[in-house]
């Protein structure tokens, strides 16, 4: 079983900058692919970005590309999303996730993003 808590999500002007935490449980986390998720009030939820299932260069949605940055610490078992130059449209309730063999399984609580003047 694999516990994810996310952080950092808030109010945040147009152009500006959050950092998104993703901590979790578990002795393994570096066998896990990790990915970030959002869903927009009345949208479904859909990719942001994450771990490639066959390893290497991260993959990101083309609305995030160059805007937003996903990283991990292994030894805090922990992956961050940096978003930068946020635009209205970002706001959503922010989701990571971990995975195996090509599927997400588990899934944190979320945590809630919205840029507005």
């Known amino acids: 079983q694999v516990q994810l808590v996310e952080s950092g999500g808030g109010l945040v002007q147009p152009g500006g900058s959050l950092r998104l935490s993703c901590a979790a449980s578990?002795?393994?986390?570096?066998?896990?692919?990790m990915g970030w998720f959002r869903q927009a009030p009345g949208k479904e939820r859909e990719f942001v970005g994450g771990d490639r299932w066959s390893g290497g260069r991260t993959n990101y949605a083309d609305s995030v590309k160059g805007r937003f940055t996903i990283s991990r610490d292994n030894a805090k078992n922990t992956v961050y999303l940096q978003m930068n130059s946020l635009k209205p449209e970002d706001t959503a309730v922010y989701y990571c996730?971990?995975?195996?063999?090509?599927?997400?399984?588990?899934w944190g609580q979320g945590t809630p993003v919205t840029v507005s003047s």
């Open positions: 578990g002795r393994t986390f570096s066998g896990y692919v």
């Open positions: 996730a971990a995975g195996v063999a090509g599927s997400y399984i588990w």
